[in-house]
């Protein structure tokens, strides 16, 4: 990216004073550019083929179809796609399936503005951010989860903050 092209946003939550408040935010930054706000998962699918947004920011509960599904049905199409879950969900199955689905970041919707942008642009450069109160949920998840020992291993890739790429060289998976 040149110093003079903005990272396009896209917001995807069902909720209009949460949306208002993101798309504040994001219109406030110099760097950055709301390209697409829409209200469900459906939505959120046909607007990123639309718009192709640098960075999705997305709720993981939402009508028509949820957070975790749309991150799954854009990566299928567009698998660079970068997504930050922005919720208030914290409980470390939802923060597991945003992950394992392909999310980049996630954060709580009590955030300080200033930890939203430089997420988005921590994200826009390839990263991921994951804020430690989310991480020592997902340290601390239960041993015995319903998940498998590769989902684990992979969840403690994700953890110690591998990208996609590196999990898979890691494990020898394409």
């Keep these: 990216m040149s110093k003079h092209e903005k990272i396009r946003v896209m917001i995807a939550d069902d909720h209009p004073v ?9 219109h406030a930054d110099p760097g950055m550019q709301l390209v697409a706000e829409v209200s469900n998962g459906a939505q959120a699918v046909q607007a990123f083929r639309d ?20 991150i ?24 597991y399936r945003g992950l394992e689905a392909g999310a980049k970041g996630y954060l709580l919707k009590g955030m300080p503005s200033q930890e939203l942008l430089d997420a988005i642009r921590h994200v826009h450069r390839g990263g991921r951010y994951v804020p430690q109160p989310v991480l020592d949920t997902l340290a601390s998840r239960p041993p015995n989860s319903n998940l498998t020992g590769r ?24």
Excluded: Y
């Design 18 to 26: 949460v949306c208002k408040g993101l798309a504040a935010i994001i």
């Design 51 to 70: 718009t192709r947004p640098d960075v999705v920011l997305i709720d993981l509960r939402m009508p028509v179809m949820s957070g975790v599904e749309a």
């Design 72 to 95: 799954k049905t854009i990566r299928q199409e567009f698998p660079f796609a970068a997504f930050i879950i922005l919720t208030t969900f914290k409980g470390d199955e939802d923060i």
């Design 151 to 174: 989902e684990m291993e992979v969840l403690r890739l994700i953890v110690r903050g591998m990208s996609t790429k590196q999990i898979a060289e890691n494990l020898g998976i394409s």
